[in-house]
């Protein structure tokens, strides 16, 4: 059974900072990874999606990494800014199409 | 584009009583729609799969019989939550995806807060 583990559970930063968010998962089948920032009470917002077949993506301030074979997945932002505070999910997408999700980071960034 | 709808975005009901969630995929043609269930603090846990035209496949552990489900066209999924109970107040999302759609992500409503009283 796939597991995904995010570390850590919560981080909170002064501004400007780089933020590092890692990512684990346990069975490196997988189809696709995908970053979500989830504010409080509301939906997901998918930030960057990786196929198996890729090492990175990027999008402005944002990139991933995705080391499939040792289970690995970073998201760095750089340059933190307050507006960058929320939930940080990482999923997996598995052959059969479904997400399972990690439990998530939650990031403060202080003015 | 892909963007996903859900409607209400929070409803309050009494127990006992049945509450129907809606997902609208609006300018894309979403052939599988997913439910998932969050509580406080947790990440999201999937309850389903349901393919347009098809039955509904549940996860290990979610009553078929108590969260009905139904996809009845290529932009409309509907979860309901029959003789609901306040143990099933939780924050409700769907998502939807496409084969064809670029990267084959998918795509998230914004969630249904629904509470039991």
């Known amino acids: 059974k796939q597991e995904v583990t995010q570390i850590p559970a919560a981080l909170s930063v002064p501004e400007g900072e780089n933020l590092v968010l890692n990512c684990s998962f346990t069975?490196?089948?997988?189809?696709?990874l995908q970053w979500f920032r989830q504010d409080p009470g509301k939906g997901l917002t998918s930030l960057l999606l990786i196929q198996s077949s890729q090492r990175e993506q990027t999008s402005g301030r944002l990139n991933a990494s995705l080391d499939k074979s040792s289970g690995r997945s970073t998201l760095y932002i750089a340059a933190s800014q307050p507006g960058d505070s929320a939930t940080y999910l990482c999923a997996v997408k598995d052959s059969w199409g479904k997400l399972q999700f990690g439990a998530g980071t939650q990031v403060v960034v202080t003015p | 584009g892909a963007v996903v709808s859900q409607h209400p975005s929070w409803v309050i009901c009494k127990s006992g009583t049945s509450v129907k969630i809606e997902c609208r995929s609006l300018?894309?043609?979403?052939?599988?729609m997913f439910w998932y269930r969050q509580f406080p603090k947790q990440s999201l846990m999937l309850m389903a799969t349901s393919n347009e035209g098809s039955k509904a496949t549940y996860e290990q552990g979610v009553e078929k019989d108590k969260f009905l489900i139904n996809h009845a066209s290529l932009t409309l999924s509907t979860l309901t939550v029959t003789s609901a109970h306040p143990e099933d107040s939780s924050f409700y999302i769907c998502?939807?995806?496409?084969?064809?759609?670029?990267?084959?992500?998918?795509?998230f409503g914004p969630g249904t807060r629904l509470t039991v009283t």
């Open positions: 300018d894309f043609q979403a052939t599988t």
């Open positions: 998502s939807a995806g496409n084969e064809g759609l670029a990267g084959e992500g998918q795509y």
């Open positions: 069975d490196s089948a997988i189809y696709n």
